[in-house]
């Protein structure tokens, strides 16, 4: 039987590991349904297209909401990480699950903490997930075995009280943490009527070419769900609109998502065909890393871990700031 583990639980357990003794604060769950807008000429500087226009970071990680920073190009290439969240609880079971918020299972947390120490020493300033707590337990957990030590900090945009309350009035608390944007659009593939379904039964009932055709084909939608297609156009857009520039800008950003939409914006980045994409498989946990540089993305495979040499040598930046890391820790 499958072991349903709390992020709470984990993080609780993570921290009374931890020799600090400053406190970690847990934000409560709420969903993030509302589209949010990136600010291109600013580095994390979010607008949420509501009534309240006060971008979400100056009230998290500032006292006044006056108070701004010029941004400065860090450099002309950024690190992309892609990482499908571990094994979920209805994965275990089979199931379909689209978009149901189901959490991950024991399996599942060690997928993403082995994930977290495959890029240990891969910088990451930004995190972008969807709004479903799989991939929020993925990216929260990978990052607590990351060299940098820095705390990732989701951002609550749902309402002015929600911006108000999480204020951080320390400079230095702020220089240590990583603004953590959750986004629908990131959401996995939305898949109707099968949603809960056990995916060997459907198969059984509808056959298993029709089920094929559900799962695999790029334009045929399951009963009442997203095609393949539909799910791309969100989740590539949303990179356009959203995470495109912050990598521009220079910022490393890591994606924790979905089969789905991952492989949508795979799309988008190696240029695949329909055809392609269909046959493109990601494997929980297991991140992939990408080079932008000159408006070109690079993809440069899987980190095998902090100790591995390859992936340091892709660029001269990457073994810089490994060395960086080294030097800090020693």
Same mark, same amino acid.
């Given at each position: 039987?499958?072991? !349903? ?8 357990? $993570? ?24 600010? #291109? ?16 970071? @100056? ?21 992309? $990480?892609? $990482? ?7 994965? =275990?079971?089979? +199931?379909?699950?689209?978009?149901? @918020?189901?959490?991950?299972? =024991?399996?599942? !947390? ?25 991939? #929020?337990?993925?990216? %929260? +957990? ?14 609550? @945009?749902?309402?002015?009280?929600? #911006? ?7 400079? =230095? ?46 334009? $045929? ?23 495109? &520039? ?6 490393? !950003? +890591? ?11 795979? %799309? ?37 871990? &902090? ?24």
């Amino acid at each position: 039987m499958a072991t !349903v583990v709390s992020l709470q639980a984990i993080i609780g357990s $993570i921290a009374s590991q931890s020799p600090s003794n400053s406190k970690a604060s847990l934000f409560p769950k709420e969903p993030f349904n509302l589209p949010i807008k990136f600010r #291109q000429n600013r580095c994390f500087k979010i607008e949420a297209t509501t009534a309240s226009q006060t971008p979400v970071l @100056d009230t998290l990680l500032s006292p006044s909401k006056t108070t701004t920073t010029p941004h400065k190009k860090k450099s002309n290439e950024a690190s992309l $990480i892609l $990482i499908r969240h571990g094994e979920s609880l209805w994965n =275990e079971k089979n +199931l379909f699950t689209g978009c149901v @918020d189901v959490p991950l299972t =024991e399996k599942g !947390v060690a997928e993403a903490i082995q994930a977290g120490k495959r890029i240990s020493t891969i910088p990451v300033d930004l995190i972008f997930t969807s709004s479903l707590i799989r991939a #929020q337990m993925t990216a %929260m +957990l990978a990052m607590t075995q990351h060299r940098c030590k820095k705390v990732p900090i989701i951002l609550h @945009d749902e309402s002015e009280k929600a #911006q108000t309350w999480s204020h951080v009035f320390s400079e =230095e608390t702020r220089k240590q943490s990583i603004p953590v944007v959750a986004a629908w659009q990131l959401n996995e593939r939305m898949y109707g009527e099968l949603q809960g379904l056990n995916k060997e039964e459907t198969a059984e009932r509808y056959g298993t070419q029709q089920v094929h055709e559900w799962r695999r084909s790029y334009h $045929i939608p399951p009963p009442k769900g997203e095609s393949l297609e539909m799910c791309a156009e969100r989740a590539v857009a949303y990179f356009e609109d959203n995470i495109q &520039p912050e990598l521009a800008l220079g910022n490393n !950003v +890591l994606i924790a998502a979905h089969g789905n939409s991952l492989r949508s914006i795979i %799309m988008y980045l190696d240029k695949l065909t329909s055809q392609e994409v269909t046959s493109l498989e990601l494997s929980t946990g297991l991140p992939l890393l990408y080079i932008f540089k000159d408006r070109k993305f690079m993809r440069r495979g899987s980190p095998v871990g &902090p100790t591995e040499a390859g992936v340091y040598a892709y660029t001269k930046r990457l073994a810089q700031y490994r060395q960086k890391l080294d030097e800090s820790l020693n």
